[in-house]
């Protein structure tokens, strides 16, 4: 089951706003920002807040309130397909980090396009096949990535790729490791003995070894 079921529903008179607004002559991807449509926005930004309470992609809290750590996130980028600047199923609410190191990385292995009435149109992709990154409206966030605190595991191709175009695992530096996504299925038993145990000495035992790993890989 996706992480978001249900994609936003806008109303009538948002709907026709949000088609004259598209159908300007001179429509750039940076007028997302535009103050016509802040309302737009917030009633984008409010409704996955609601459902959904934490970034996509790094699982962290966002703010409940504030719109400083809580972007809307355009997973095609809108610079990329300005046309699907608020196609329901190409937005979801992300950190101010994600959303900036994400920016506009490509994602989408597919794009289709139909001819109706000898005009082409863009059509936005039906299935989680169409992506290279793991997708809110198309997949489950835990079938292709494991993260326990700041370390992120991919389980899938999705998985390992969504972790490195977001930097998910920007943090482990820290812990003088590489930030590039741990594939290897033994690294669980090691990040769940750190995580469950309460001696800082047997903390650092099982942190050595994770390093020793890391050098071996590499």
């Not at 289709?112 to 936005?124: F, R």
């Not at 750190?194 to 650092?204: G, L, P």
């Amino acid at each position: 089951m996706p992480d978001i079921n249900q994609p936003v529903v806008y109303t009538p008179a948002i709907k026709k706003r949000i088609l004259g607004f598209l159908s300007k002559s001179d429509l750039k991807s940076s007028d997302w920002s535009d103050d016509d449509i802040k309302d737009i926005r917030k009633f984008i930004r409010d409704y996955y807040r609601n459902i959904t309470r934490k970034c996509f992609y790094c699982r962290k809290e966002i703010s409940l309130r504030s719109v400083d750590n809580c972007h809307v996130e355009h997973i095609i980028p809108k610079s990329e397909q300005i046309q699907f600047m608020f196609e329901p199923r190409n937005l979801c609410v992300v950190c101010s980090d994600c959303n900036i190191i994400k920016s506009k990385k490509e994602v989408s292995g597919q794009i289709e396009t139909v001819t109706k009435n000898g005009k082409l149109y863009t059509m936005y992709p039906r299935s989680s096949n169409a992506f290279i990154v793991v997708h809110p409206h198309f997949d489950n966030y835990d079938d292709h990535i494991h993260h326990c605190g700041d370390i992120y595991i991919s389980k899938s191709k999705k998985g390992s790729y969504t972790i490195h175009i977001c930097e998910l695992n920007r943090k482990v530096h820290e812990y003088g490791m590489d930030s590039n996504p741990l594939t290897q299925s033994e690294l669980f038993d090691i990040f769940h003995d750190i995580m469950n145990s309460d001696d800082v000495v047997q903390q650092s035992k099982y942190m050595n070894k994770l390093r020793e790993h890391f050098i071996k890989a590499g």
